[in-house]
């Protein structure tokens, strides 16, 4: 009797032990530790001349005119895509001498978001989530064309009354999420929205960690090129200056806690010597 309770024990850990190699070996069990994002592509989105630059580094090259980088950012996670800002209006590539949006500042762009899609091989609706910094036109240009995706806006800026662009409307099966601080989209902490207020009053940055490339916080208009970054220049126009002060300093925590590069949305000098879709990073 008792060396049949030890055949009966030994076979049924037997039998365990094939039922869990069999789950992880399955495509469910798979998917449960498949790592989280699988790549980064940067996107050209544009460009913006400025005719005084001074405007966003106070009392520094005054009457100097300078060009911006404006990029977006594409990110595979293994639950879904999701795109980051949405650039210069794709309208804008098929006018010449660009589009003046107001006194200080033209914007350009010479290849379309769509067309860039296309060669990935990505449609407007596979992309689960578009995320945007904040709602100027040169970051939410393009948000018609995601009739299908859900918008990650942080409520202060999707209920603010802005004076200028970037109207935030729903079309479609286009929903409109509202998000209140830092937000992590697929929670599993490889992508999280960093409420980064002061530009706007609902600005937001994207904190994104690659498994090779390491972590990358991309700063929307939190800053908008490196001497103004180091300086801690805080533009003229900007909603709140304060805020825009202790974001900066939040952003600076951040990137010492997490070991995360800095990049600068439309500091051009930077953007130039970024890999570009097809390129990616992962």
Not at 37 to 55: K, P, Q, T, W
Not at 88 to 114: F, H, I, K, Q, Y
Not at 246 to 261: F, G, L
Request: proline share 4%; aromatic share 8%; hydrophobic share 40%.
């Amino acid at each position: 009797m008792r060396l049949h309770c030890r055949q009966s024990f030994s076979l049924a850990c037997f039998a365990l032990c094939l039922a869990l190699l069999s789950l992880l070996a399955s495509p469910l069990g798979y998917a449960q530790v498949k790592p989280g994002i699988e790549r980064l592509y940067i996107l050209y989105c544009g460009e913006l001349v400025a005719n005084d630059i001074s405007l966003w580094s106070p009392g520094v090259n005054v009457g100097k005119s300078a060009e911006f980088s404006v990029n977006c950012y594409l990110v595979k996670h293994s639950q879904g895509w999701l795109l980051w800002d949405t650039g210069v209006a794709d309208a804008v590539a098929a006018m010449p001498d660009g589009e003046r949006s107001n006194p200080r500042l033209t914007l350009r762009r010479s290849t379309t978001l769509a067309s860039q899609l296309e060669q990935l091989g990505v449609a407007a609706g596979d992309i689960k989530y578009v995320a945007v910094s904040h709602r100027h036109l040169d970051h939410a240009g393009n948000l018609p064309l995601f009739s299908k995706s859900t918008l990650l806006v942080q409520k202060a800026e999707a209920d603010w009354n802005a004076p200028f662009g970037g109207v935030l409307t729903t079309t479609g099966e286009q929903s409109l999420t509202k998000i209140e601080g830092d937000y992590d989209v697929f929670g599993d902490g490889s992508l999280k929205l960093i409420a980064t207020p002061g530009h706007t009053p609902g600005h937001q940055s994207l904190l994104v960690k690659l498994p090779k490339t390491g972590a990358l916080l991309l700063s929307g208009d939190a800053v908008h090129f490196k001497s103004n970054w180091e300086n801690r220049g805080i533009p003229v126009n900007n909603f709140d200056k304060d805020k825009t002060a202790a974001s900066m300093q939040r952003m600076a925590d951040i990137m010492v806690k997490e070991k995360a590069q800095l990049w600068i949305n439309h500091d051009k000098a930077q953007s130039d010597n970024q890999k570009v879709a097809p390129g990616f990073y992962d």
